[in-house]
């Protein structure tokens, strides 16, 4: 191994790969645009989606471009502790799925700004909003600039071609398709990633012969679980603790308007908790694997005494001495889709508050579906272009720009995360709390940055790590002072009514589905019925069918409840289907619809299909 | 055993259990998770067997396997 990191390791038939990956994905991507015909399927995906299909593109969401490269160089340094940050999601998930959920779909919530308006005020949701933007748009940007670099180390491109290549491929699809081409994309992005970096550790595996081999050439202190609780200080138990395990997966749960909108595409609250199950206990452990194997068999050829690496190269020189030529494209390829399944989600989700938080409330609230569709797709195009500003802007000032960068997203989950827990469980927080937590907790956490200040902030919670934990233990400062802030400035302020928080606070998630469904909730147990469609030309409304009488006590359910009518193929995951309200039952054995839904649906007359009840 | 390993098991683990209990509580509270219902009583298992199962992993990865000596296959 006589290269460096700046020679190109891959030679001509990775080429081959990767570009054959670029024109699939956004042809796949592309072909799913005839899905999409409102705000609602552009954003939501028409909200329609099996759990699965959720749970696969949510991981390629998860791990990002820079994923790869920062796990497998913590892998190499520490081990198996590695992992910490995918494996401890799964405590936020009764919040996730017990409280928050239910608050957000049912209240019909489009973003994450939109629940503070609602909750809050207008002021929360003006503070709400820029924050938002600000950090997606830069996130948008960093995740362009660090696949960059990895293109630019392994192919000999610019970092600005590599940037803006993977961009417009990225924004091709999303413009064209919305969310359901991001959602459909990340599935098979998700599969790729997973199965390229599984495959290396494997490879890794079978080159020593064994696990136990493996295991073996590892040294000791890489085979925990979790570092030591206040030790090294850049990786200690403690500080990844707080820092990832408590501020960034409440935001990833609570306030990532990307994951918020997933949730949102799926066809109910109970597939939005099975998937949350699968993606948390199954694939997560999963990615954690991906994403640190590269890092651990490094490791132990490092100390076998068969490759040289530095520990931030580690995944690409491990891949490269397993991987003969054409394979290592598909490595090549698994770096890219971990970039693209991120920056498409979070150009769909710049696009998504723009319209929804800034053009329709003050703008042009006026604007027809169809126009708010068109601003939809130009604002995703001048999202992507404004995050390849950010790259520009990182090439020519790397260090300063980056770190500010890192100073925006560390700083600005903490106000966000604690101002929805407080409006979500504390009835009492007020709208004025709630704006002074968003604003004076943003500054505050500024000032932490200051390094003079940092000492005096956040040396006296940085357990004795010194300096090089603060960038952890900021998470510790932000969650004390933006709590404080919110409960002070609560205690001497006026709270809203009990009946102007129906539905967006903890304890009325059953009126938020009565809400939801405009009249009083079935939650009695049914099975799904199959049933043949046919067309029903004298239905009053698209949303209506008729369903025969015996279908209806299979499902357990009554005229006006909520149904599900979808493809029988479950291979779909949904995409073929349609939410609608069961009439007076009908005395044929079909399940009789408007040719409105059933185009909505994707379904043709004569199909079977199944039916099941939402709500 | 060195208490450095255990005490991120007890740290991590004891506020998960808080964070978890509040979403249960809350989510009973509501009404929102019905224990008189299967989907509840089989939300709520799920919720504790998640936890035990993840409990499980690191304490495998903690006190059993990195004491597995060289040359013998887990």
């Known amino acids: 191994m006589n290269e460096t990191a700046t020679q190109f390791l891959g030679q001509p038939i990775d080429y081959v790969v990767i570009l054959a990956y670029f024109i699939g994905v956004v042809l796949f991507g592309m072909y799913f645009s005839r899905y999409t015909h409102s705000t609602k399927d552009f954003f939501f995906g028409g909200q329609r989606f099996a759990w699965w299909l959720i749970a696969f593109s949510g991981i390629a969401t998860t791990v990002g471009s820079y994923s790869f490269v920062k796990y497998s160089d913590v892998g190499f340094k520490y081990g198996l502790s590695s992992t910490q940050s995918y494996l401890n999601d799964w405590f936020w998930m009764p919040i996730l799925m017990l409280v928050w959920l239910p608050i957000i779909y049912y209240q019909r919530v489009t973003s994450v700004p939109e629940y503070f308006e609602r909750r809050f005020g207008r002021p929360s949701r003006v503070a709400a909003t820029c924050i938002v933007l600000t950090y997606l748009i830069a996130y948008i940007g960093v995740n362009l600039f660090t696949l960059g670099q990895v293109l630019e180390s392994l192919l000999g491109w610019h970092v600005m071609v590599g940037a803006a290549v993977t961009a417009v491929a990225v924004t091709i699809y999303v413009v064209a398709g919305g969310q359901t081409s991001v959602i459909m994309t990340d599935l098979a992005q998700g599969v790729i990633l997973l199965v390229v970096g599984i495959g290396v550790l494997l490879a890794g595996v079978w080159h020593f012969g064994g696990f136990g081999e493996f295991w073996g050439l590892l040294p000791e202190t890489h085979k925990y679980a979790f570092s030591d609780l206040t030790s090294p200080p850049k990786f200690s138990a403690l500080g990844i603790y707080m820092q990832d395990g408590v501020i960034n997966t409440g935001a990833f749960v609570l306030m990532n308007q990307g994951m918020i909108m997933r949730f949102l595409s799926l066809k109910s609250v109970k597939d939005a908790q099975k998937m949350a199950v699968c993606w948390i206990l199954v694939l997560a452990p999963l990615a954690a694997i991906a994403t640190g194997g590269g890092g651990w068999i490094g490791r132990a050829l490092f100390e076998n005494g068969e490759l040289e690496t530095t520990s931030k190269e580690a995944f690409i020189r491990t891949a490269h001495f397993l991987c003969a030529p054409g394979i290592f494209g598909f490595v090549l390829a698994a770096l890219t889709a971990a970039l693209m399944s991120t920056a498409d989600t979070l150009i769909n989700a710049v696009s998504a508050v723009f319209v929804n938080d800034i053009w329709k409330p003050f703008v042009r609230p006026k604007d027809t579906d169809r126009q708010l569709l068109r601003v939809a797709r130009m604002s995703s195009v001048v999202a992507a272009v404004i995050g390849l500003g950010f790259v520009l802007i990182y090439v020519v000032q790397y260090e300063s720009i980056y770190q500010a960068h890192a100073m925006v997203t560390a700083s600005i989950p903490a106000p966000m995360v604690v101002a929805v827990l407080l409006g979500v469980f504390w009835k009492r927080f007020t709208p004025a709390a709630c704006f002074v937590t968003l604003v004076g907790g943003s500054v505050a956490m500024a000032i932490s940055f200051i390094p003079s200040m940092a000492d005096l902030l956040i040396g006296p919670l940085s357990f004795g790590m010194g300096p090089d934990s603060y960038k952890f233990m900021r998470a510790l400062y932000g969650l004390i002072v933006c709590g404080a802030l919110g409960v002070l400035v609560t205690l001497f302020t006026k709270p809203k009514t009990a009946a102007e928080l129906k539905g967006l606070v903890t304890g009325t998630e059953l009126d938020a589905m009565r809400q939801y469904k405009g009249g009083e909730v079935n939650r009695r147990p049914g099975k799904k019925a199959r049933l043949r469609v046919a067309v029903d030309t004298t239905l009053s409304d698209d949303e209506l069918c008729v369903v025969p009488q015996s279908a209806l006590d299979t499902m357990a359910a009554d005229p006006g409840d909520l149904l599900y009518v979808c493809d029988k193929r479950w291979w779909f995951g949904g995409l073929r289907s349609v939410h609608v309200k069961a009439g007076e039952p009908g005395p044929e054995d079909l399940v009789k619809l408007t040719p409105g839904a059933l185009a909505v649906a994707h379904i043709r007359s004569g199909q079977d299909v199944t039916v099941e009840k939402i709500m | ?74």
């Open chain 2, 1 to 74: 055993m060195e208490m450095a390993r255990v005490w991120p098991i007890v740290l991590e683990y004891g506020v998960g259990a808080f964070l978890c209990g509040i979403g249960v509580w809350y989510g009973l509270k509501s009404g929102f998770l019905d224990l008189k219902s299967g989907d509840g009583k089989r939300m709520l298992a799920v919720i504790i067997g998640g936890f035990l199962a993840m409990l499980a992993l690191v304490c495998v990865f903690t006190f059993w396997l990195p004491f597995v000596p060289k040359g013998v296959a887990p």
